[in-house]
């Protein structure tokens, strides 16, 4: 079973910087893609960033190059460097995993969510 621990929300201005972590642990199986997502109040869960276990990385359009999503694969974590956020970034973070069990079995794993706010 998978444990996704986040960290790192809060409230922060408007062009300032945040940094989100998800640190994934558990026992046989290896992690494969690693991203996070966010839902606004009223508004789907949608897509921010993703890695693959070999760093091929995909941005929502939005993102407009202010995030970097970055991932270590000896620990297990990925992180989320916000530059520059919006106020309309404002939303539930949440850390999604996907892993391969020993048996080969695919999962995904999401985390408990974090809040991030931005202040104009």
């Known amino acids: 079973q998978v444990q996704l621990v986040e960290s790192g929300g809060g409230l922060v201005q408007a062009g300032g910087s945040l940094k989100l972590s998800c640190a994934a642990s558990g026992s046989d199986f290896t992690v494969n893609t690693m991203g996070w997502y966010r839902q606004a109040p009223g508004k789907q869960r949608e897509l921010v960033a993703s890695?693959?276990?070999?760093?091929?990385?995909n941005y929502a359009d939005f993102m407009e190059g202010r995030f970097t999503i970055s991932r270590d694969n000896a620990k297990n974590t990925v992180t989320l460097q916000m530059n520059s956020p919006k106020p309309e970034d404002t939303a539930v973070y949440y850390c999604y995993v996907e892993t391969t069990t020993t048996r080969g079995f695919v999962f995904g794993s999401w985390g408990q969510g974090t809040q991030v706010t931005v202040s104009s």
């Open positions: 890695i693959t276990s070999g760093g091929s990385t």
